[in-house]
C-alpha cells in the first residue's frame, strides 16, 4: 500500500499564501502523475492541480490557475503546491494524489492518495 506523506496546510487570511508538500515513499515511472484535489463542506472532491513526472506538464483548475504553482523534485520524490491570493473559496481539505498514468487528469480517480490537510482561508 502506498502512503503518501503530506505536510503544510493550516488557517490564513484572505491574500496570504500556504503551501503544501507530499512526498512518494517510492520509484516514481515515466508518466507518473502527482497532484492534489481539495474537497470542501458539502461539496464533491475536485482537481486542482497536477504535474506529469516526466515531462514537468502541468494542469490547472480555472479557479486556481495564476495563484497556485505545483512543482517537483526528482531527489526527493516530492511534489509541492504553493498557494499565494488565498481565498475564502479555497477553504477545503486537499489531498494528494499519484497514479501511474492510467487516469483522466481531471476526474478523483487517481490511484493513491494521501489522508488529507486542511487548509481555512477567512476573509
Known amino acids: 500500500q502506498v502512503q503518501l506523506v503530506e505536510s503544510g496546510g493550516g488557517a490564513v487570511q484572505a491574500g496570504d499564501s500556504l503551501g503544501l508538500s507530499c512526498s512518494y515513499p517510492?520509484?516514481?515511472?515515466?508518466?507518473?502523475?502527482m497532484g492534489w484535489f481539495r474537497q470542501a463542506p458539502g461539496k464533491e472532491r475536485e482537481f486542482v492541480a497536477s504535474i506529469n513526472w516526466r515531462t514537468g506538464t502541468t494542469y490547472y483548475a480555472d479557479s486556481v490557475k495564476g495563484r497556485f504553482t505545483i512543482s517537483r523534485d526528482d531527489a526527493k520524490n516530492t511534489v509541492y503546491l504553493q498557494m499565494n491570493g488565498l481565498k475564502p473559496e479555497d477553504t477545503a481539505v486537499y489531498y494528494c494524489?499519484?497514479?501511474?498514468?492510467?487516469?483522466?487528469?481531471?476526474?478523483?480517480?487517481?490511484?493513491?492518495w494521501g489522508q488529507g490537510t486542511q487548509v481555512t482561508v477567512s476573509s
Open positions: 494524489v499519484a497514479d501511474p498514468g492510467s487516469s483522466p487528469i481531471y476526474t478523483p480517480t487517481y490511484r493513491y
Open positions: 517510492g520509484r516514481i515511472f515515466s508518466g507518473y502523475r
